[in-house]
């Protein structure tokens, strides 16, 4: 399916949700309700390995945790290319 102008236009001005996630950890529902403040939860991923961008809930790249102005930002390492996020979008909103 072509893209037109217009429609990219639109597009690249719609907001969308963007989360950085560090990685993941299975828990029973009594482990979870047994947490309390300065419990640990093991994620599965090696420290250091940065997190997954997602946007929309769709996986668009790769990037590395960082502290900026006393708030936790992501520097993107890996994403995908422009032409293949912009067509994600277009199709979600049809």
């Excluded at 217009?6 to 299975?26: C, F, P, S, T, W």
């Excluded at 947490?35 to 990037?63: C, F, M, P, Q």
């Excluded at 945790?65 to 912009?86: G, H, N, P, Y």
Aim: glycine fraction near 8%.
């Amino acid at each position: 399916m072509e893209i037109s102008e217009r429609d990219y236009d639109l597009l690249v001005d719609a907001e969308i949700q963007v989360d950085v996630m560090l990685g993941k950890a299975n828990l029973t529902i009594r482990e979870f309700l047994n947490l309390s403040e300065g419990d640990i939860v093991s994620l599965d991923k090696v420290a250091g390995s940065g997190g997954d961008i997602y946007v929309n809930s769709r996986i668009i790249g790769t990037g590395d945790i960082i502290v900026m102005d006393e708030k936790l930002a992501v520097r993107v390492q890996d994403a995908m290319d422009s032409d293949t996020v912009v067509r994600y979008f277009f199709e979600e909103r049809i």
